[in-house]
Structure formats: C-alpha cells, structure tokens
C-alpha cells in the first residue's frame, strides 16, 4: 500500500517569507509525528497527533511554527517568518493504532532557507 | 525527561567485519527501545525493536541488538558488515513520546 508520502520534497525560500509543508500519512493510522533534521544533528521532534486529542506541541521551537492535521488525516506544518536557521530537512511520520509504536517515515521536505 | 545518547558520531569498519553501534538512554520507565536506519536519500526504515521479553533481538538485514538494563544500554550489532550497511543509524527510546538520538554514520570500506 501507500506509504507515507510529503510535498514538496524541496523548498527553497527567502528570508522572511512563510511556508507551508504537507504530510499524508498512511490511511487509518492515528498518529502523526513531525520531525526537524538538521545537517549532523539527530532528529528533532516538533509535534505529535493522535486521533482528536490536543496535539503535544512541546517541540515546536518557537511561536513561528504551528501545525495542523485536518480530518484525522492530512497535516500542514507552517513556518512563518523563516529565518535561516530553519533550513532542514522536515520529516513526518505515522502510526497505526494498537500500541506497536512503529513509525513509517515519509522522504522528507528539504527546506533551505537563502 | 527521556534521552538517547549515541556516543559515536562516526564509524568506520571493513566489509566482513563486525559492527556495535551503540545507544545508552534515560527512561522513567521500562522502555521501548527501536533501531532506525536512514539510507542515503532514503526515509528512516525500523530495523528493530524491544518491548519486553527477551533482552536479545533480531531484526531485519541481520541486525541484532541487547537490551541491558543494569547498563541502560540498547546496542546494535551485526556479525559481518556489507557494503549496503553504510548508512545513518538511530536508536530510539519511547511509546508516544519517542525521542531520536544524533545518530552513527556508518561508512563501510572495501
């Protein structure tokens, strides 16, 4: 089946502007995860979705970045005002209900800020 | 808080030989422990992981790894190395909260 599956796979954009980045993740799966990997550095996490619980947005690094995920499925990660230091790769991922706590991982956004 | 820690950034072994990779962590808990591995332009592929039971486990592409309480310790290994090994590794810790360490590079020589 499909997997995970993240638009646009690159962004180039200047200083200061806004961007939005996609994350579908596999159907039926209750829990979505976003992720920040920078050059040399592990993966940082930025928010968590599980069903229609408040997300956990204790990663979010600051105010300029807000996620969403509209009908149990689909989810936008925006930054606004980016700043140089956002230039990433973004990762999502998703997970299937019932505790196995696997999570399938999509290729990624490569995200440089110029 | 919950951590994972890989203390080796990089490493380097020959084709055939053995590998250990390393992840210490720090949980409240009786952890989930998972080994991640991120292929060169690839996503992150799970290659392992450990809930209870057996402390010694088996995954995929003959990677195993031991959970060590007494060491907080979850190392991977693999008892001859190929070259389609060389890639970024991860070890992971958590359920719902799971944390990713930095990561090993590994690099394998000829």
């Known amino acids: 089946g499909a997997g995970v599956s993240q638009s646009p796979s690159n962004k180039v954009t200047e200083k200061g502007k806004d961007v939005e980045l996609r994350c579908d993740p596999i159907?039926?799966?209750?829990?979505l995860y976003w992720y920040r990997q920078s050059l040399g550095q592990g993966l940082e996490f930025l928010i968590y979705?599980?069903?229609?619980?408040?997300?956990?947005k204790s990663g979010l690094p600051s105010d300029r970045f807000s996620a969403e995920r509209t009908g149990g499925s689909v989810s936008t990660l925006t930054i606004q005002r980016t700043q140089q230091e956002d230039s990433a790769v973004y990762l999502c991922?998703?997970?299937?209900?019932?505790?196995?706590?696997?999570?399938?991982f999509g290729p990624g956004t490569r995200l440089t800020v110029t | 808080a919950q951590s994972v820690t890989q203390p080796d950034i990089h490493i380097t072994v020959s084709e055939g030989a053995s590998l250990e990779l390393r992840c210490n962590y720090s949980?409240?808990?009786?952890?989930?422990l998972f080994w991640y591995v991120q292929s060169p332009g690839q996503g992150l592929q799970l290659l392992l992981k450990?809930?209870?039971?057996?402390?010694l486990v088996q995954g995929i592409k003959g990677f195993e790894a031991e959970f060590k309480r007494s060491q907080s310790s979850f190392n991977l290994r693999k008892p001859s190395v190929h070259w389609s090994d060389a890639a970024e590794y991860f070890c992971?810790?958590?359920?719902?909260?799971?944390?990713f360490g930095a990561g090993t590079r590994l690099t394998v020589k000829p």
């Open positions: 991922a998703s997970e299937e209900a019932g505790g196995s706590y696997e999570q399938y």
């Open positions: 159907s039926g799966h209750t829990a």
């Open positions: 979705f599980q069903g229609n619980s408040a997300p956990d």
């Open positions: 949980y409240g808990a009786t952890p989930y």
């Open positions: 450990y809930f209870s039971g057996d402390t």
């Open positions: 992971a810790v958590g359920g719902l909260d799971m944390r």
